[in-house]
């Protein structure tokens, strides 16, 4: 590796020269059925010609355009993505980390514009991964992220999964918001039970709390069906979404319900590149592709085959 890059990765050696379909082929010509797909990120494999049209024809028209201007793109991903979920509002930013970092913020504002300031903790779950800003590794509480950082930000609980009397427990005047993966995906594949997440959506409803999924890994028809949640019936009042909504393009997404992005006015958040011109329309091809009955239903055929299940529709 290049002695100009920050020694933060440790890559492998092999340099790769360009990706067909599931295929990476290296510069020496070698090629390699990828099953990482960029960590979860390249949803449609390599150089997919719906969205390497739409890159192309967005490139000729508009890259960047100021989000104090109206993006066509943008507004027509974010009608798209709410009509498809519980959400009535999406925010765009450039990453999973950042489409976090809004749902904290969203979920700490909806108290504070109504009333309650001191509503501003959010308990989350022992083996969560939620980014690598100071906020979100907090939130994610893995020792081997915080440590050397200085003081982890303040305002995140954690609890087992799969403890609904432990959440309970934790569950004080100080808290906003339950902060969970449908499936986690960094300490292992580890599935949430669908009745966790539903007692979860009982507790909110129960205590006046908002409830976050963070889909960014899970969501985007990983698990053939757009949204992970959406197999367990259980909807949450914030969603974070990026890797596979871009297809390899940096873009992430916050969603939420009107009710609970209540407090967020002009000026509350924002970002500068965030659902620029050129990531909403690849992000628009991308929903082209994996929004399609027949795309999900055969991602649902493939898992069974793999898991050696009875195929479902």
């Not at 902060?179 to 979860?200: A, C, T, Y």
Request: aromatic fraction near 8%.
């Amino acid at each position: 590796m290049s002695d100009a890059l920050l020694p933060v990765f440790s890559p492998a050696s092999v340099l790769f020269d360009h990706g067909e379909g599931a295929w990476l082929v290296a510069a020496n010509g070698e090629r390699y059925l990828d099953f990482g797909a960029g960590i979860a990120v390249n949803a449609l494999g390599y150089s997919h010609p719906h969205l390497v049209g739409a890159l192309e024809r967005q490139g000729r028209k508009l890259w960047h355009l100021s989000n104090v201007y109206r993006i066509s793109e943008a507004e027509r991903l974010a009608e798209r993505l709410t009509a498809a979920c519980f959400a009535d509002v999406a925010f765009f930013a450039n990453s999973g980390a950042e489409a976090n970092e809004c749902a904290i913020k969203i979920a700490r504002r909806h108290h504070d514009a109504h009333g309650r300031p001191e509503r501003w903790r959010i308990i989350t779950f022992d083996g969560a991964f939620h980014g690598r800003t100071l906020a979100t590794m907090a939130a994610g509480g893995n020792r081997k992220y915080l440590d050397g950082f200085g003081p982890a930000v303040d305002g995140f609980d954690q609890c087992p999964l799969e403890d609904i009397e432990a959440v309970r427990a934790r569950v004080g005047p100080r808290t906003a918001a339950l902060m969970i993966e449908p499936i986690q995906g960094e300490s292992g594949i580890r599935p949430v039970s669908h009745g966790f997440l539903r007692q979860l959506r009982e507790l909110c409803d129960e205590r006046g709390l908002l409830l976050i999924f963070d889909e960014i890994q899970c969501g985007m028809a990983r698990t053939g069906h757009l949204f992970a949640h959406q197999e367990a019936g259980v909807v949450p009042d914030i969603m974070s979404l990026a890797k596979g909504l871009g297809g390899g393009f940096p873009i992430g997404a916050c969603l939420a319900t009107r009710g609970a992005a209540f407090g967020m006015r002009p000026g509350a958040h924002g970002s500068t590149f965030g659902g620029n011109p050129l990531a909403g329309a690849v992000a628009n091809a991308v929903l082209d592709i994996v929004m399609d009955d027949g795309v999900l239903a055969e991602i649902r055929r493939k898992s069974a085959l793999l898991r050696g299940l009875p195929c479902r529709p």
